[in-house]
T-cell receptor, first 111, second 111 residues
Framework: KNEVEQSPQNLTAQEGEFITINCSYS?????LHWLQQHPGGGIVSLFM???GKKKHGRLIATINIQEKHSSLHITASHPRDSAVYIC?????????????FGKGTKLSVKP | DTGVSQDPRHKITKRGQNVTFRCDPI?????LYWYRQTLGQGPEFLTY????????KSRLLSDRFSAERPKGSFSTLEIQRTEQGDSAMYLC?????????FGSGTRLTVV
C-alpha cells in the first residue's frame, strides 16, 4: 500500500462543476503540498499546509491531521483547470523537499 | 529572476552513454532538490542540497548517479552508463521557506 493515496485517479467534469480531489496518507507529517502538473511536465505548487484550510482564488485546500486526510476543491471549474493534481507529504523530521508523492489525479474539465 | 530553469528540456541518449542535466534555481533559494518521475507515477525524491552541501540522498540514487552544487547556485545531475530504466522526467525544485518552485524538467529517453 502506498503511503500517499489519492482518489479518484481520473476525474471528468463539466465546466462549472464543483470538484473534490482527496488525499489520504499513513505517515506522520509536518506539511502537505498540493501540486498541479500540466502536460509537458511542469509542476506548479498550489498550496503548502500543515493545518486547517487555505484558499486561493477558486481553489480551496483543507487538511485534517487527526484523520490523515486532505482535500483539494475547485469551485466553478474551467477547462483550463485540466491537469494532473498531485498530493505530496513531508514526513515528520524529514527535510523540506524530501516528499512522498501520490500518483496524481488526472482532471479533465469539458466545456 | 524567471524561476527555476532546467537544461536541456529533452535528451535522447544511447544506452551506456553518460548524460548531465543542469538546474538553475531561483537565486535567493538556498535549498535545491532533484526528483525523478516515470510515466503515470508521481515524482520520487532523489537528493537535496542546502547551499553547496548535499544533505540527503535517496536509496534510488545508485552509484551511477551523482549530483553536485559546487558554489551553492546551479546544480548538475549526472547519470553514467545510462540504462533504459533511467528513462524518466528529471525535475529540479528550489526553496527558501518550504514552499517549492519547480522547473519544467528534463525528459530523458534512453534508447
Amino acid at each position: 500500500k502506498n503511503e500517499v493515496e489519492q482518489s479518484p485517479q481520473n476525474l471528468t467534469a463539466q465546466e462549472g462543476e464543483f470538484i473534490t480531489i482527496n488525499c489520504s496518507y499513513s505517515v506522520g507529517i509536518s506539511a502537505l503540498h498540493w501540486l498541479q502538473q500540466h502536460p509537458g511536465g511542469g509542476i506548479v505548487s498550489l498550496f503548502m499546509l500543515s493545518s486547517g484550510k487555505k484558499k486561493h482564488g477558486r481553489l480551496i485546500a483543507t487538511i485534517n491531521i487527526q484523520e490523515k486526510h486532505s482535500s483539494l476543491h475547485i469551485t466553478a471549474s474551467h477547462p483550463r483547470d485540466s491537469a494532473v493534481y498531485i498530493c505530496a507529504v513531508r514526513v515528520q523530521g524529514g527535510s523540506q523537499g524530501n516528499l512522498i508523492f501520490g500518483k496524481g489525479t488526472k482532471l479533465s474539465v469539458k466545456p | 529572476d524567471t524561476g527555476v530553469s532546467q537544461d536541456p528540456r529533452h535528451k535522447i541518449t544511447k544506452r551506456g552513454q553518460n548524460v548531465t542535466f543542469r538546474c538553475d534555481p531561483i537565486s535567493e533559494h538556498n535549498r535545491l532538490y532533484w526528483y525523478r518521475q516515470t510515466l503515470g507515477q508521481g515524482p520520487e525524491f532523489l537528493t537535496y542540497f542546502q547551499n553547496e552541501a548535499q544533505l540527503e540522498k535517496s536509496r534510488l540514487l545508485s552509484d551511477r548517479f551523482s549530483a553536485e552544487r559546487p558554489k551553492g547556485s546551479f546544480s548538475t545531475l549526472e547519470i553514467q552508463r545510462t540504462e533504459q530504466g533511467d528513462s524518466a522526467m528529471y525535475l529540479c525544485a528550489s526553496s527558501l521557506d518550504g514552499s517549492l518552485t519547480f522547473g519544467s524538467g528534463t525528459r530523458l529517453t534512453v534508447v
